[in-house]
């Protein structure tokens, strides 16, 4: 009787409007060998495709043989699991409708699942990260765009398309700021990386007060948040609007599904209690009654690129063509 070849690896990708991660990782959920390069070095989604393949193909043959590997996960901002397809990203170089897991699967000859980047997110923090154990919570991620999934009795919720979750993309503001989405008033233009920068600079505008803001050579949520480390109080103001935003936008998302937490995660949770007090004094004022006091206001302890990838081959491991969990 002919051995059969049992596949150990996967390839896990994470597409950020940034940089693009991809690693190898086994059973375990160990990662072997991990890379990247930036994304915006690719503005045509043909020639990215192309990059992405060899690289990881590079990758691979370097590490045990393309031989060895038995699908790819990909996560990506307005992605869709169920259309395999990035569809109108407002915060990526490709526009309309991308078939990215059709593409790559033509080219690396492999299963390919795609999903959210929010929605991967939750997948490694259930897995790997601070929901292990949680059976319905939210996952929020902050970022330049700001997305979300959550998971009821163990099982994430993905909609109908594929795009529960879009988080940022709901008002909080009647007639506010413009998104990139091309609407007006969603919670990503006060809460996402440029809404928090467009804060601090009408701050500054409003108020001659002194501010090391002010002589800052990049303005970042990092950097204010570093401001706010120093004592400065316009840069503290930046979080406590924000953080009231974020925090009226959550008690809504929760009050709607319940969750026993809600998990924070992307570059910009790491401001810390500078964003944290102000969201949870603003959730705990506009939640449901009922529900008042009884959810957990995470931050991840994952490292972002870590769990994305991690997120992404797990996903690697359910595509539906072969999985070692069956």
């Known amino acids: 009787m002919e051995e059969y070849n049992l596949k150990t690896k996967v390839v896990g990708v994470d597409i950020s409007n940034e940089l693009t991660t991809y690693a190898i990782v086994d059973v375990r959920g160990n990662i072997l060998a991990e890379d990247s390069f930036p994304t915006t070095d690719y503005p045509d989604v043909n020639n990215f495709v192309t990059a992405l393949s060899e690289k990881v193909v590079m990758l691979v043959e370097n590490n045990g043989g393309y031989e060895t590997v038995r699908s790819i996960g990909v996560s990506s901002p307005s992605a869709s699991s169920v259309s395999g397809c990035i569809e109108n990203a407002a915060n990526l170089p490709w526009k309309g409708i991308v078939p990215l897991a059709a593409m790559l699967r033509d080219r690396m000859g492999l299963a390919v699942g795609l999903s959210n980047d929010a929605h991967i997110s939750a997948l490694g923090e259930f897995t790997f990260g601070s929901a292990h154990g949680m059976k319905n919570f939210i996952i929020l991620s902050l970022g330049v765009g700001l997305g979300s999934c959550f998971f009821t009795d163990g099982k994430e919720h993905q909609g109908n398309l594929g795009f529960a979750g879009e988080f940022g993309h709901t008002c909080v503001v009647v007639n506010g700021r413009k998104c ?11 809460a996402g990386a440029n809404g928090i920068i467009q804060t601090a600079r009408e701050l500054m505008a ?4 002194p501010s090391l ?11 204010i948040k570093e401001c706010c480390d120093q004592g400065d109080e316009l840069a503290i103001e930046v979080f406590r609007r924000t953080g009231y935003y974020l925090g009226l936008g959550l008690a809504n998302y929760a009050s709607i599904v319940d969750p026993e937490a809600i998990i ?11 964003l944290v007090d102000p969201v949870i004094e603003a959730f705990e004022a506009h939640v449901f009654g009922n529900l008042r006091g009884r959810v957990k ?5 994952l490292n972002d690129r870590e769990r994305d990838v991690l997120g992404a081959s797990a996903l690697a491991w359910s595509v539906p063509e072969y999985s070692l969990f069956k």
């Open 180 to 190: 990139g989405c091309g609407h007006e008033g969603c919670l990503e233009a006060y």
């Open 264 to 274: 924070l995660t992307g570059g910009i949770s790491h401001a810390g209690k500078w």
């Open 206 to 209: 409003e108020s001659d007060k």
């Open 213 to 223: 803001m002010r002589s800052l050579e990049k303005l970042s949520p990092r950097t």
């Open 297 to 301: 206001i995470l931050c991840s302890k």
